[in-house]
Every structure is written in C-alpha cells, then in structure tokens.
C-alpha cells in the first residue's frame, strides 16, 4: 500500500500488470520446479523421457534448465519493475 501512494496515479495500472506478470512466472516457475521434485511431476517427466526416448535424468536435467531460465528472466522482470517504479 505504501508504493500505491508513493507513485503516481498515472502509473498505478502499469504497476498492477507488471506485478500480474511477475506473479505468473513465479507461479510458472514453481510448477516446473515442482515437476521435477514431486511424486506427479516425475510420472509426467518419465512419460516424456519414454515418448522422446531419452533418459529421466536428461529430461530432468532439462527442466531443472527451464527452471532455472525463469528464475532468470523473473529476477530480470523485477529488477525492471524497479527501474520503472524509481
């Protein structure tokens, strides 16, 4: 609430879509992290490795990239929403 009254009112949606987006990589992140460290997400990840003929751990090893990709792209969104804030 205090960065709602700090900036502004021009700004305000700008500043709710930017938070609406960094809140679905984050959601997005944790699915593919949760993929590859829950008992559900590793079935899938075998279904994948038998359907590409690949190995588990590639395929792990795979999302573990994406994961890390997002965690990426995410720091790099909030560091942006901070430069647009300030």
């Not at 944790?30 to 190995?55: E, P, Y």
Request: proline share 2%; no cysteine.
């Amino acid at each position: 609430k205090a960065l709602k009254r700090s900036i502004p009112q021009t700004f305000l949606p700008v500043i709710n879509a930017m938070l609406n987006e960094l809140g679905a990589l984050g959601f997005i992140s944790a699915l593919v992290f949760l993929s590859t460290h829950q008992g559900f997400g590793l079935s899938i990840l075998k279904k994948l490795a038998a359907f590409f003929g690949s190995s588990m751990h590639h395929v792990i090893h795979d999302f573990e990239l994406l994961h890390f990709a997002l965690f990426a792209v995410v720091n790099l969104y909030f560091v942006q929403v901070l430069f647009v804030i300030f």
